[in-house]
Nanobody, 130 residues
Framework: QVQPVESGGGLVQPGGSLRLSCVAFGLTGDDYCLGWFRQAPGKEREGVAVIASDGRTNYADSVAGRFTISKDNAKNTLFIQMNSLKPEDTAMYYC????????????????????????WGQGTQVTVSS
């Protein structure tokens, strides 16, 4: 059973930075897309960033240029470096993993289609406020 576990959330001032981590316990093999999602109070969960098994990355327009997703395959760990944080980045952040079972699945995962992600963490809270 794959169980992602996020860490690194907290309170940060606008303009500040945070680095979130996610250890995907039980994940075997490298053919997975790993993604970060977030859900703000009263809003739908949305995709933030994804990194495919080949290292390609994709970002939501709202975070492109400010957030950087990366991974350490040897440690089954996913990261997201968040810079120039804004109050609207306040949300619960979740990491998720989805298997690249086909080229179609890979394209869906890369577009941050949530229903293709099988494994989800419990989330870590990020609050951006002065």
């Amino acid at each position: 059973q794959v169980q992602p576990v996020e860490s690194g959330g907290g309170l940060v001032q606008p303009g500040g930075s945070l680095r979130l981590s996610c250890v995907a316990f039980g994940l075997t093999g490298d053919d997975y897309c790993l993604g970060w999602f977030r859900q703000a109070p009263g809003k739908e969960r949305e995709g933030v960033a994804v990194i495919a098994s080949d290292g390609r990355t994709n970002y939501a327009d709202s975070v492109a240029g400010r957030f950087t997703i990366s991974k350490d395959n040897a440690k089954n760990t996913l990261f997201i470096q968040m810079n120039s944080l804004k109050p609207e980045d306040t949300a619960m952040y979740y990491c998720a993993a989805g298997p690249e079972t086909s080229s179609f699945a890979r394209s869906m995962l890369f577009s941050l289609a949530q229903r293709y992600y099988n494994y989800w963490g419990q989330g870590t809270q990020v609050t951006v406020s002065s």
